[in-house]
């Protein structure tokens, strides 16, 4: 069996050597083009080219949860598209918007600057109730995210595409849910998919609809927000805060306004980071598994989009 690695923006020693210790028997190669074509790849936002000369692809693991890089690509009909599930990063998913969550809630900045100033001044403390946390996207990650945020006894609602019954989560679905779901949430937080039903979904009518004092958080993808909007409200003061780890272009320009704006915190795509070990743990018992004919989850549907 042949596998083959596409992932241009990574290093692939490291991947190479972790995918012939797992599967022994495999021949393991990087792509390069006009290489030899291969029975299953590994690919992270790989040019068109590769799937171009992949005739007999059986099947293609996409090394993130995110698969939007791919929906523009021609993937051979015979081929199966994967992506990652979990494989650890719904644990990270889960801290990083704890911490967002709990840092804004629990004034951690305003008491970071008292103490820097030398001031020793308790703040009035929040009510959890009046706190209701929505998250959009209830796959994976989110209802990952769902149970964390539920375990610090904020109130909890999710929202997704197909209705969900999750304890301890007041759950909505579809369009026409989508305003009931956001008004009541104060806090909202992204982990949907991007796909053509879900770009620009972060706008001014969707965020104003939030509860006076919002606060978004986006670990999903950049284009989910339309920017401007979201610094608009902010501006307004309808938005307390933004958490941001996911922009349009990446890295995020010098001259973009969130870079200096002072209800914004940002970070570097880093929310939930692709781990090799566990990653290559689940691909490669995926490939023994299509190899016995069993039948695959986390399959692509591309139709839909995730
Ligand atoms: P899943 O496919 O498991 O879950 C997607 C969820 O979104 C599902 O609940 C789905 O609904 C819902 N959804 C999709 N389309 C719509 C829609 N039009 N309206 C309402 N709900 C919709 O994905 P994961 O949880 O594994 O990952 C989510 C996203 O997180 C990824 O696509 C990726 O973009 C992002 N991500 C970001 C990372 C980072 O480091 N910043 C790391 C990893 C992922 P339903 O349940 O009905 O199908
Ligand atoms: C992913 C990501 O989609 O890292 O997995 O963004």
């Not at 030899?36 to 936002?45: F, M, S, T």
């Not at 958490?243 to 973009?256: G, K, M, R, S």
């Not at 939930?272 to 490669?284: G, N, V």
Request: hydrophobic share 45%; glycine share 6%.
């Amino acid at each position: 069996m042949r596998i083959s690695f596409c992932c241009p923006s990574m290093e692939s020693q490291p991947w190479l050597e972790g995918l012939r210790a797992a599967l022994p028997q495999a021949e393991v190669a990087p792509w390069a083009s006009g290489a030899a074509p291969a029975d299953y790849a590994l690919v992270w936002a790989p040019p068109q080219q590769f799937f171009d000369e992949q005739p007999q692809l059986k099947a293609a693991f996409n090394i993130g949860a995110g698969v939007d890089a791919l929906l523009p690509l021609r993937v051979p009909s015979k081929t199966v598209l994967a992506r990652l599930e979990d494989a650890g990063m719904a644990v990270q998913m889960a801290e990083y918007v704890c911490h967002a969550l709990i840092r804004h809630f629990r004034e951690f900045d305003a008491y970071a600057e008292q103490m820097s100033l030398g001031q020793w001044q308790a703040r009035a403390p929040h009510m959890r109730a009046d706190w209701p946390v929505g998250i959009m996207g209830l796959g994976v990650l989110g209802k990952r995210v769902a149970k964390a945020v539920a375990a610090f006894e904020f109130p909890v609602l999710g929202w997704s595409r197909s209705q969900h019954a999750i304890e301890g989560v007041r759950c909505y679905a579809g369009q026409a849910q989508l305003d009931d779901f956001l008004s009541a949430c104060k806090v909202l937080v992204c982990l949907l998919p991007l796909t053509p039903d879900t770009r620009d979904i972060l706008n001014q009518r969707n965020l104003s609809r939030l509860q006076p004092g919002g606060y978004v958080i986006n670990v999903a993808r950049g284009a989910h927000v339309v920017d401007d909007d979201l610094l608009a409200l902010l501006d307004s003061g309808h938005l307390a805060g933004a958490t941001l780890d996911v922009f349009h272009t990446e890295p995020l320009p010098d001259a973009h306004p969130f870079w200096r704006h002072p209800k914004i915190t940002l970070t570097p795509h880093i929310s939930a980071r692709t781990l090799r070990q566990e990653t290559i743990a689940q691909i490669a018992a995926k490939i023994l598994a299509f190899e016995h004919g069993q039948a695959l989850s986390g399959i692509v549907d591309l139709q839909r989009g995730y």
